[in-house]
């Protein structure tokens, strides 16, 4: 007879209002980084199918496109459509929003571009519908004023107006390099690890991981600022002694499926007063 589940650890109103929480930064990330709600939410979908099929699976028995709609609250059809397939880049709707469409537009199109692909100087308006950065946008959208597009692109520093008056772009503000890659692994790799240490000890009866954090409210900005730096001293020097120690260790370990990584995080903020949650109050 299989073990029943745990019971749920929060309300399905308690974790919607943690979650408001929880997701302000990647909702954040995602609209800086252009990522419209369409996109995210085809992730969530095929993650949750994913997770549903995976770490929900009822013992000795075949996990159907029902009980798994049944859980997610996904469509069946849906399911059925989308299960099975790998949770990849490959496998997602493209992720293009309207900005990497227009930008696309004005690389390529030779109305917009010379023949080595550099983009021309556009400028704002133009007669007769000649080459216009308005006319670019419109081509591309009509949901967005070209206005608007533009507004965001210089606030962003993806557009300049140069001495003429004409739109620029920046074509390096747009192109990744490597060290965003570097940047781009250990977001992912580090949030993961932390949200899923936390995830695992709020489902567990014994939390098996440790995660701790000091924190101290309505200080003046001259202490945050001094308590920040000494974290960051004394944190990275206990890295730098752990990385030391695993090295040696692992020399003699004879290698297996484990994996560990400790981490840590340091950071301080001006908050409204109403945000604040104690005074002076310290907890482990």
């Excluded at 199109?109 to 419109?138: I, Q």
């Excluded at 507004?151 to 008056?165: N, S």
């Excluded at 739109?167 to 949200?195: E, G, I, K, M």
């Excluded at 939390?207 to 960051?232: C, F, K, N, Q, T």
Aim: aromatic share 4%; glycine share 6%; hydrophobic share 40%.
């Amino acid at each position: 007879m299989p073990t029943p589940r745990a019971k749920r650890p929060f309300s399905e109103e308690n974790l919607q209002a943690m979650l408001i929480r929880v997701l302000r930064p990647l909702v954040k990330l995602a609209l800086s980084s252009g990522l419209g709600f369409p996109a995210f939410s085809a992730v969530l979908r095929r993650l949750y199918i994913e997770v549903a099929e995976n770490d929900f699976a009822l013992a000795n028995k075949q996990q159907t496109d029902s009980r798994i709609s049944l859980l997610t609250g996904i469509h069946r059809k849906d399911v059925s459509r989308l299960r099975g397939e790998p949770l990849s880049e490959a496998a997602l709707p493209p992720a293009v929003s309207q900005t990497g469409r227009v930008i696309a537009r004005w690389l390529a199109d030779p109305t917009y571009c010379d023949e080595n692909g550099k983009p021309l100087p556009l400028p704002r308006t133009a007669p007769d519908d000649a080459p216009s950065f308005e006319r670019l946008v419109t081509e591309v959208t009509r949901d967005v004023h070209p206005r608007a597009v533009l507004d965001e692109w210089l606030d962003r520093g993806t557009a300049l107006i140069d001495a003429e008056g004409r739109v620029t772009l920046d074509v390096a503000s747009v192109v990744p390099s490597a060290a965003d890659d570097a940047r781009r692994h250990y977001f992912t790799r580090n949030l993961h690890d932390h949200a899923l240490a936390a995830v695992t000890n709020v489902l567990s009866d014994s939390p098996p991981h440790l995660e701790r954090a000091v924190h101290y409210d309505r200080i003046s900005p001259e202490l945050a600022a001094r308590l920040d730096g000494m974290a960051r001293e004394e944190t990275m020097a206990m890295l730098l002694k752990l990385n030391k120690i695993a090295h040696q260790l692992v020399q003699q370990d004879p290698g297996g499926d484990g994996r560990w990584i400790t981490g840590v995080y340091v950071m301080n903020e001006t908050v409204a007063p109403d945000a604040s949650t104690g005074a002076g109050e310290g907890k482990p």
